[in-house]
């Protein structure tokens, strides 16, 4: 992860026209000790080749091949125009990212980068803000703010694992510095939560250092020790910001989109966008899909991924593109801002799916773009595995649930239970659920809660995620088992926070 000092970014700039704008960048490049001085000529010169204009209103002018050697140390000098400036073909660009990057260093850059302003809301918010701090924290993705990112959704993987599913989940909340080590070996070593429909939970207690979500679908459903795995969403819980998102898992349409929707579809439900109605049996697609290997010598830098959205932009299928070199889920190709945050080097293998009427003509134009190079030469290059074209169908299937009534006791092996019936009139949603996990914490005791109506197994009562997953509605009882010092007293308290109605 590169560093970005709060001086280098610069609000509520003024440029009259592109050029301006350019050459503030590359003076405050210079300035901060990245580039030698002519370094100007080189993004200026970019420009001509191809624009740097990369969508939501954001641009990133950088050097030519020919002027790397003027990149003294990789860094960027971010810009902020409030009142935009003119970019060439009617794109108005309100945040200005001048990069310096030595050898392929600007790919990771940019793959950073483009990870935070791929999203239009967040890239809206940076045109205004006037707050340096706040300004930074969103751009380097440390934003307190939760919300999912399509980089921590892996569809149709090819597997028949719940643990590699679990796995390759927390390695995204890793790359996202969501989760320590601690939170990876307890995720991996834990048994998953079913939640509904074949889709399952994981979670710890330890190691988390921010909120975030994480969610696996294989590409066939699977059984594991005789039920149903169609998904793994895996929870980095931090504070209460993720409350709203857990609640959501709960819903009916929110499951069905998790099971058959898009990466787009799924990271709009997990933030609380509109529910599309996704079929919740049977959703079946086919279309094209190309395997190619990547021949250029600099991978995916901008001037190659407009190229190469370019070829794909006259076609009216929906593409999509995966790196499955690199990992990560299929993102749309026809933005330059989303196949440049593939960060594809030479040699990665990218698979591209099309669908509509003219999908096999999009994959075949596609693979002449690539192979051609996308503006650059490659004929020195030869790919380890040939191109593929193929047709591809999917198919999503489900399951269902069940009921039963109260008591109290100690049971053989010492520990203290309790049945509590929840009175709470739409159940333990997000905050109820809190109440009851910050009660739980207070002692010091070991406590395990299961839902006796929906034969779940017992987990851990000081876990939030796993409280709201138990999908508690009023009338439905409660089994706690506590052991440890505070045993009686946890169970007394979490009996008195249910009656007063868990803050409600």
């Known amino acids: 992860m590169f560093n970005l000092p709060e001086n280098n970014i610069h609000l509520a700039a003024q440029a ?119 300004f930074r924290a969103i751009l380097m993705g440390e934003s307190e703010e939760f919300s999912v990112k399509a980089d921590t959704i892996s569809l149709d993987v090819d597997t028949q694992s719940l643990l590699t599913l679990t796995a390759i989940n927390a390695g995204k909340l890793q790359e996202q510095s969501a989760v320590e080590n601690a939170f990876v070996s307890e995720v991996i070593s834990s048994a998953a939560l079913p939640l509904a429909k074949g889709l399952w939970l994981t979670d710890s207690v330890n190691g988390n250092l921010k909120n ?68 919740a049996s049977v959703q079946a697609a086919s279309g094209v899909a190309g395997t190619f290997t990547l021949r250029n010598e600099h991978g995916l ?41 593939l960060g594809a080097s030479q040699g990665h293998r990218l698979r591209f799916v099309a669908e509509g009427e003219d999908a096999q003509a999009a994959i075949e134009a596609i693979s002449q773009a690539l192979t051609s190079g996308l503006g650059e030469d490659v004929s020195s290059f030869t790919p380890a595995e040939a191109d593929s074209i193929e047709t591809v169908g999917t198919a999503q299937a489900q399951s269902a649930v069940k009921s039963d009534k109260v008591s109290s006791q100690k049971n053989d092996d010492g520990a203290i239970e309790a049945i509590f019936t929840i009175i709470n009139e739409h159940g333990l949603h997000a905050r109820p659920s809190a109440t009851l996990v910050n009660e739980v914490k207070k002692y010091n005791a070991s406590v395990a809660v299961q839902n006796l109506d929906r034969n779940s197994q017992l987990v851990s009562a000081k876990s939030l995620m796993k409280i709201v997953a138990l999908g508690v509605t009023k009338g439905q009882r409660l089994r706690f088992v506590a052991t440890g010092e505070e045993a009686q007293k946890a169970i007394d308290g979490i009996g008195a926070a249910i009656a007063a109605g868990l803050g409600e």
């Open 212 to 279: 975030a979500i994480a969610f696996s679908r294989p590409k066939a459903a699977f059984e594991h020790n005789g039920k149903s795995i169609q998904g793994v969403l895996t929870i980095a819980a931090k504070d209460d910001a993720i409350n709203d998102a857990l609640t959501r898992l709960l819903d009916e349409n929110v499951q069905n989109t998790l099971l058959n929707g898009s990466s787009e579809q799924i990271v709009s439900v997990l933030n609380g966008g509109k529910v599309e109605t996704v079929a």
């Open 16 to 134: 009259a026209t592109k050029t301006q704008a350019i050459e503030l960048a590359a003076a405050a490049l210079e300035q901060a000790g990245y580039v030698e001085s002519g370094y100007l000529q080189g993004m200026l010169g970019r420009e001509q080749q191809t624009s740097t204009f990369l969508g939501n209103g954001i641009a990133i002018p950088h050097g030519t091949l020919e002027t790397r050697g003027m990149v003294k140390n990789t860094g960027v000098a971010v810009f902020q125009f409030p009142q935009g400036v003119e970019w060439g073909e009617d794109n108005i660009a309100y945040v200005v990212i001048g990069i310096a990057a030595r050898s392929d260093e600007h790919l990771a850059l940019l793959r950073q980068l483009t990870h935070v302003l791929g999203d239009e809301e967040t890239a809206a918010k940076l045109a205004t803000l006037n707050d340096v701090k706040k």
């Open 301 to 341: 830098h901008a001037r190659p991924s407009a190229v190469l959205v370019s070829a794909i932009k006259p076609f009216t299928a929906k593409i999509t593109v995966e790196n499955l070199t690199r990992g990560g889920s299929l993102v749309n190709a026809k933005s330059v801002m989303k196949i440049v945050a």
